[in-house]
């Protein structure tokens, strides 16, 4: 059965999902898939209009082959005994333009064929990304390939979910808790397997006196703003709280140094949306009347900071974006144990802190904060995300068990 055209938009590779469903499953980094993303790597440096996008470029250094021999290092002993789940369906957010270009590349890379639904929104980078990969597809040497790559585009749709769910080995939803109720709603094979990406929330923890004393402020405000305003704080991945590590005076000193920082670049570089703006006051609004907040004088309503007195659970329900943020300061880490559980996923960091954040983390057995990552580095993909490998995730092992 094929894709009914009125239905679904394929942006490129194959309209046929039951021979794809049908495809041999691969080992995890197959030499043919390796060399494959590694040429649309290339194809990907040399485009002109790539260059325009960060996110295009750096997707394209993921896919370069010195990093996929380097992210198969830790499946070498175990690559000849795993085999893909078949049928891989991603569903793609609409916050994050690039991101259906990685999950269908983890999902190659275990050995599945995939079929990606990418928002309906329209973003150029998709359509350069795609571009490239349909130009591949054409090779003769990539003949292999053509059955196992579908990218498509589709309105909301339960039949459409269904088709191709009923299909799937494995499904990855990356499109939060309302996606993920609704691609729920269409059944998977008995055997088949979920990969949830659900609504997270991230912080950042700054060591003030670090701050004050080591950084190149300009260079920390240029990489707050990679991890923020890039994506209109939207991401899952962009801190909210700022939580300053350190004594009250110094903590203060460090905050005034660092929005200060962070607003000379804004002014040319960002364009707030409209609604923002009253988003941003409901918040501070709601803040200061629950837990006594208080605003923090800012030039303009780029950057929005709440400082407030003490954390609670009800943090992540106060999430604003565009720049929104909620500001706490403690001598220690304590008052973050009080709070973090399954929603957290990434704490950013500034100083020599990391080793003493994944003790944190990990003596105090948290649900959530899956990643520990510089400030500057909260968008950089990586095959273990929330917690999930998703190599062993999308592919099954083989049990050979002798006498």
Not at 266 to 290: F, H, I, N, Q, W
Request: charged content about 25%; proline content about 4%; glycine content about 6%.
């Amino acid at each position: 059965m094929q894709i009914n055209s009125d239905d679904v938009n394929l942006l490129c590779g194959t309209d046929d999902i039951d021979a794809m469903a049908k495809a041999k499953a691969l080992h995890p980094f197959d030499s043919g898939v390796c060399e494959f993303l590694s040429e649309l790597s290339a194809a990907i440096f040399t485009d002109c209009d790539a260059k325009r996008y960060p996110d295009v470029v750096t997707f394209g250094f993921f896919c370069r082959n010195a990093n996929l021999k380097k992210l198969s290092e830790p499946y070498l002993d175990e690559c000849g005994r795993r085999l893909g789940r078949g049928l891989s369906f991603h569903i793609a957010p609409s916050n994050v333009p690039v991101n259906f270009a990685y999950s269908l590349t983890a999902g190659l890379l275990s050995g599945c064929a995939c079929a990606v639904r990418v928002s309906a929104k329209h973003f150029e980078q998709t359509d350069i990304i795609c571009r490239h990969i349909a130009a591949l597809l054409k090779q003769e040497r990539f003949g292999s390939m053509r059955e196992r790559i579908a990218i498509v585009q589709y309105e909301r749709s339960e039949n459409v979910n269904s088709y191709f769910s009923a299909r799937a080995g494995v499904r990855v939803i990356w499109g939060g808790d309302r996606t993920i109720a609704e691609i729920r709603c269409s059944p998977l094979p008995p055997r088949g397997k979920e990969i949830d990406f659900a609504d997270r929330y991230s912080i950042a923890v700054i060591d003030a006196a670090h701050y004050i004393e080591k950084c190149d402020r300009a260079r920390t405000a240029l990489d707050f703003y990679n991890d923020t305003y890039l994506f209109d704080q939207n991401a899952c991945t962009s801190p909210q709280l700022i939580y300053w590590l350190g004594d009250r005076e110094t903590s203060q000193r460090a905050s005034g140094v660092f929005w200060a920082e962070l607003h000379k670049l804004l002014p040319g570089k960002y364009t707030m949306p409209e609604t923002a703006s009253v988003d941003k006051l409901m918040t501070a609004c709601r803040l200061s009347a629950d837990m006594k907040a208080k605003v923090v004088p800012m030039p303009d309503q780029l950057i929005s900071v709440i400082r407030v007195r003490e954390l609670f659970e009800e943090l992540p329900e106060y999430r604003s974006a565009c720049g929104s943020f909620i500001e706490y300061s403690d001598t220690e880490l304590a008052p973050l144990a009080d709070i973090i559980n399954e929603k957290y996923q990434t704490i950013a960091y500034i100083g020599d802190i990391q080793e003493k954040l994944t003790e944190f983390v990990a003596e105090n057995g948290f649900s959530g904060a899956d990643r520990i990552v510089p400030v500057g580095r909260t968008m950089d993909f990586s095959l273990i995300w929330d917690g999930y490998d998703l190599i062993r995730e999308m592919s099954r092992i083989i049990a050979s068990i002798g006498e």
